[in-house]
């Protein structure tokens, strides 16, 4: 399938002998452990002003979880992703076993010398979300585009998992 086909984002599907033995991870080990440290290590909020909220807790060492939609409609499942600064070559889209995952990446570096001041700065952040899809798709159709910092991967769904109209008799 050439990339025409398949929108401006390649999409990597691989069978189920590929994904049998691996564990999605979205977040190392040692990332865990400290984003459990600092969340119990803290005192008992007063009045729950201190609880961060839930989609930023994982926020932490450039690491960074997109917000999805998931849109089940009658012929396809349309997945968005908020995913600003991120280039179409830093995204890696993944489709095994009708579970889509969002892979992500963006680095930068800047030096400023004026005098006696110097700074130089680098800094990379990374994401990954994966996401069950709600009936089978037909892998050979999905298309990916971004435009203005959203995602859109359009999986069109196979005759088996299309919506069916049942009369009642």
Same mark, same amino acid.
């Given at each position: 399938m050439?990339?025409?086909t398949?929108g401006n984002?390649?999409?990597?599907?691989?069978?189920?002998?590929?994904?049998?033995?691996?564990?999605? &991870?979205?977040?190392?080990?040692?990332s865990?452990e400290?984003a459990? =440290?600092r969340f119990?290590g #803290?005192?008992?909020? &007063?009045?729950?002003?201190?609880?961060p909220?839930v989609?930023?807790?994982? @926020?932490f @060492?450039g690491?960074?979880?997109?917000?999805?939609d998931?849109?089940d #409609?009658?012929?396809e499942? /349309? /997945?968005r992703a908020?995913i600003p600064? !991120?280039e179409k070559?830093d !995204?890696?889209?993944?489709l095994a076993?009708?579970?889509?995952?969002i892979?992500?990446?963006?680095s930068?570096?800047?030096k400023?010398?004026?005098?006696?001041y110097? #700074?130089? @700065?680098i &800094?990379s952040?990374s994401f990954?979300?994966?996401?069950?899809?709600p009936?089978?798709v037909?892998?050979s159709?999905?298309v990916a585009?971004?435009? =203005?910092g !959203?995602?859109e991967v359009?999986?069109?769904?196979s005759?088996?998992s299309?919506?069916?109209? !049942?009369?009642?008799?």
């Amino acid at each position: 399938m050439d990339d025409k086909t398949k929108g401006n984002i390649p999409v990597t599907t691989t069978g189920k002998e590929a994904a049998k033995g691996t564990w999605p &991870s979205l977040h190392p080990i040692t990332s865990m452990e400290k984003a459990f =440290d600092r969340f119990f290590g #803290r005192r008992w909020p &007063s009045l729950w002003s201190d609880i961060p909220a839930v989609d930023t807790l994982f @926020e932490f @060492e450039g690491l960074r979880l997109p917000s999805l939609d998931v849109i089940d #409609r009658d012929a396809e499942v /349309v /997945v968005r992703a908020e995913i600003p600064g !991120i280039e179409k070559k830093d !995204i890696n889209i993944s489709l095994a076993d009708n579970v889509l995952t969002i892979k992500g990446q963006t680095s930068s570096e800047s030096k400023e010398e004026k005098g006696d001041y110097y #700074r130089h @700065e680098i &800094s990379s952040s990374s994401f990954a979300r994966s996401v069950s899809l709600p009936g089978n798709v037909d892998e050979s159709k999905v298309v990916a585009n971004l435009k =203005d910092g !959203i995602l859109e991967v359009t999986l069109p769904k196979s005759e088996s998992s299309k919506r069916k109209t !049942i009369k009642v008799q």
